[in-house]
């Protein structure tokens, strides 16, 4: 029998901080020290629960009473002054903040681009995409000019990759980057994040305009690739839901892949002795990347609201509870890490936490590790002599958390 408690008392202020954010992992060790959940009784905070242990992380992501926030929940709370905003209607529509029936049809319908099948069939595009990418860099740092990684390399691979599921026109894919960038700035923690917002705002109506024009153009004349089989499918979805799904497929299909690919690299390139190995070994590229995902994931937290009492870890958690979950602690967790700061892709012990668990787990979860898994062998056996030509820069966020440039040499 389970018995139930209070909980340890702790704070996300020294998390938040600006030093919190650059560098996690010691207050992650000291949430953990407290116990696998505790309660934040700061008002300050925004939050009323904290989760950060392994197993209790997983109980929270698959707990019937602990939902992702919809639309309706800001409203109870007196909290209506998203609506005004383009870029959080668009987030409120999309799988990532819709539960129940709603959800399911349209997973349902966006699985398909994610089968076994089609991302096996994918590989070889994945494959001419790489090279392609690694040409361009070879022009750009032809007489050993510093090439920034990723702006020309990490974030372009997986931008192409998804544009080509989705059918996005390879010349339109350059016109991207900077519209994701400012529509995903406003995901992180902290009331800070306002500021992004009317930045956000104008690129989603931009996205949302492009995609209105590629779903009304393979309407009139289908292709091979997702948004065709949407409109022409048997899956009903209304013009906004659809359009909202594209825009935050197209961004989370490619901006967690960018930094899972500038996050390895630099932990490759501090780690020499393992590169012949990544180059030698699939299956150790693959143990690579999973502790890459493991070790610093590019995202480090989802967040919850209690639509009952429950109790994770033992722990009470009121009706109304707002519930963050840490899935960067998670994977720090050392009562299932041993030694959990090392850098080991070795290690045996379990899945990160950094793609989720249950209803919401990510899509794209074996196309993004596919991806890491080529690009990282493809890109230092084309450049044997690859560095870091100067420190990478600060990383300063906890959601989609990467590198803004890496500037390396290539000989």
Same mark, same amino acid.
């Given at each position: ?248 497929? &197209?961004?989370? =299909?490619? *901006? ?8 390895? #690299?630099?932990? @490759? !390139?501090? %780690? ?88 919401? &787990?990510?899509? =794209?979860? *074996? ?8 690009? #990282?062998?493809? @890109? !230092?056996? %084309? ?29």
């Amino acid at each position: 029998m389970t018995t139930i408690h209070t909980g340890q008392t702790a704070s996300l202020k020294a998390l938040l901080s600006r030093e919190g954010r650059l560098d996690p992992y010691p207050h992650y060790a000291g949430l953990h020290r407290l116990g696998p959940v505790c309660v934040l009784p700061d008002p300050a905070d925004r939050f009323d629960v904290v989760v950060h242990g392994y197993d209790a992380v997983q109980q929270a992501l698959r707990d019937p009473a602990l939902h992702v926030m919809t639309g309706d929940y800001p409203d109870r709370r007196g909290a209506q002054r998203w609506r005004a905003h383009a870029a959080l209607r668009t987030l409120v529509k999309s799988i990532f903040f819709t539960e129940g029936p709603d959800h399911s049809r349209v997973r349902r319908l966006f699985a398909q681009a994610f089968t076994a099948r089609r991302v096996a069939a994918l590989e070889p595009a994945v494959v001419r995409i790489i090279e392609r990418r690694l040409d361009r860099l070879a022009e750009l740092g032809a007489h050993g000019e510093p090439v920034d990684l990723l702006a020309e390399f990490a974030l372009p691979v997986p931008s192409d990759v998804v544009g080509e599921l989705l059918g996005v026109p390879e010349d339109d894919r350059d016109w991207f980057p900077a519209r994701v960038r400012a529509f995903g700035a406003i995901l992180d923690l902290g009331v800070g994040v306002w500021r992004y917002q009317q930045a956000a705002d104008t690129a989603a109506a931009e996205l949302t305009g492009y995609f209105a024009e590629l779903v009304a153009k393979r309407r009139a004349e289908p292709r091979d690739d997702l948004v065709s089989v949407i409109v022409h499918g048997d899956g009903e979805l209304a013009d906004d839901e659809l359009l909202a799904n594209l825009l935050t497929m &197209y961004n989370g =299909g490619f *901006v967690t892949t960018t930094h899972l690919i500038g996050n390895g #690299l630099v932990l @490759l !390139l501090n %780690r020499p002795h393992e590169i012949k190995q990544v180059l030698a070994d699939p299956r150790f590229a693959a143990g690579f990347v999973q502790e890459v995902l493991r070790h610093e994931p590019p995202t480090h937290f989802s967040i919850r609201w209690a639509s009952a009492d429950t109790v994770l870890a033992g722990v009470r958690v009121p009706r109304d509870s707002r519930v963050l979950v840490l899935l960067g602690a998670a994977n720090r967790d050392p009562r299932q890490f041993p030694d959990p700061d090392v850098f080991d892709p070795d290690r045996d012990q379990g899945q990160p936490m950094s793609f989720g668990m249950g209803v919401h &787990y990510c899509l =794209g979860a *074996v196309l993004s590790r596919i991806e890491g898994q080529l690009a #990282l062998p493809m @890109l !230092l056996r %084309r450049f044997p002599d690859l560095a870091l030509a100067a420190e990478p820069g600060e990383r300063h966020t906890l959601m989609l958390r990467g590198y803004e440039t890496l500037p390396v040499t290539l000989s």
